[in-house]
């Protein structure tokens, strides 16, 4: 049985879930909590299928579907795409925990026929991928790699260091201590300790986390993607790999150190 919203929680929602495109962080904060509660007895059997932790997906819903701020993000970097259609009223306002679980079980389905399809069409990636680290064996000091880049280790960690000083507080303490420090509980154990809000959106758009829905490349548009192609000059293709570990080796101590 779903947990149930009381008429106050249900007419907050409906007027939440009709502006949830112009609200700001704390009304967004509110509606993440209604909807995070009154999902918390909602487990659809696609869940199991997925590979993530339910808290995970539950935030994904809500930051990308609900409140689509990965879309808003993709649409202000693209400036030249057409403006949207409204999604305000793709679904009618849900007023109680069974009609937001039937959203939340909608795209959890969507989900599972995006991993399928990805598993299908990146079969050839991933496999390069794989060839490339299983023939590396050894694999090249990062001075000999990022000169082939015309890079050398001092420049990257020079680099490194503008980067993580030029990002917002919140990312900067998810990039230090979820990847730099890697301290225990994950990304949503530092987003707790500091009280971070979005954490999932702001790990995502940083390059942190992977979007089940992401199309195949996405990633060089996140902030670490934008960094190491534009700023270092790397692509971001399986030929680089050793290129691209060497830079988040230094990133990593960078980070660790920040």
């Known amino acids: 049985m779903q947990q149930s919203l009381n008429s106050s929680e249900s007419d907050e929602l409906m007027h939440l879930w009709h502006h949830r495109h112009a609200l700001g962080p704390a009304d967004m904060g509110r509606l993440y909590v209604i909807i995070s509660q009154a999902l918390q007895s909602c487990h659809p059997p696609e869940l199991n299928s997925l590979g993530e932790g339910r808290q995970e997906l539950v935030a994904q819903f809500i930051y990308g579907k609900v409140l689509r701020l990965e879309a808003a993000s993709d649409e202000a ?5 057409p403006a949207p259609a409204p999604a305000a009223n793709t679904h009618s306002a849900p007023s109680n925990a069974f009609a937001l679980c039937a959203y939340f079980r909608r795209y959890l389905i969507d989900c599972t026929r995006s991993a399928s399809f990805k598993r299908q069409v990146s079969l050839d990636e991933q496999d390069r991928m794989e060839v490339i680290e299983a023939q590396s064996g050894e694999h090249e000091p990062p001075e000999a790699t990022l000169a082939e880049h015309g890079l050398s280790t001092e420049a990257v960690h020079a680099a490194a260091r503008a980067f993580i000083a030029a990002l ?11 990847f730099g420090r ?3 509980g994950g990304l949503a154990g530092v987003a707790s300790r500091h009280a971070i809000a979005s954490y999932h959106y702001r790990a995502g758009r940083l390059g942190l986390v992977h979007h089940r829905q992401k199309k195949t490349g996405d990633w060089a548009r996140t902030l670490l993607g934008s960094w190491i192609t534009q700023e270092l000059g790397i692509a971001i293709e399986p030929e680089n790999l050793d290129a691209i570990r060497a830079v988040f080796q230094i990133l990593g101590a960078e980070a660790s150190c920040a």
């Open 168 to 178: 917002a507080p919140p990312e900067r303490l998810l990039l230090c201590e979820g």
């Open 77 to 81: 970097d693209d400036e030249s795409a």
């Open 182 to 184: 890697e301290i225990p």
